[in-house]
């Protein structure tokens, strides 16, 4: 028999082999670990400015996570409650109500204490900073945000989630 026709007929052989060897492997040691992959965040943007809110969620939908949005603090109140929300981008400065105000509503609910909120405000000063954490935010960053630093928070919020 010449050496193209062994090799053709034991290549069905090689393939059994390989099969039974790794169902072997498998029921042994377990099923081979998957590399991480990053689930989708539930993320809630509240930003008074329409322009800006629009632009905040579309660019976090294009790293593949759910957005919604609202536009003033009690939409944003309301929509978190059904939503619940992952991630909340929260501007600080609206009217009626602010950012550190919702916040602190936010956290008084048992559902959303695990939610991870940054404000965004166009005031950087040490005493707003304070507020800010005292109303339970967690990351304080000033317009204009970095999308670089954006992106690097959702995803480490995203490490911690999945």
Known sequence: MSELAQKQRSCPEDINRRRLEQAYAERQYGPTPKAWEPRALRVLVIEDDEDTAECMARLVRLWGHDVRQATTAQAGLKEALAYRP??????????????????????????????????????GDAEQRRQCYDAGINVFLVKPVDHI?????????NDQVS
Do not use: K, W
Request: aromatic share 6%.
């Open 149 to 157: 630093v954006l992106e690097s928070l959702l995803n480490l919020e």
């Open 86 to 123: 992952d991630f909340v981008l929260l501007d600080i400065g609206m009217p009626t109500m602010d950012g550190c105000a919702l916040a602190r509503q936010l956290r008084r609910d048992p559902r959303l204490l695990g939610c991870f909120i940054v404000a965004i405000t166009g005031y």
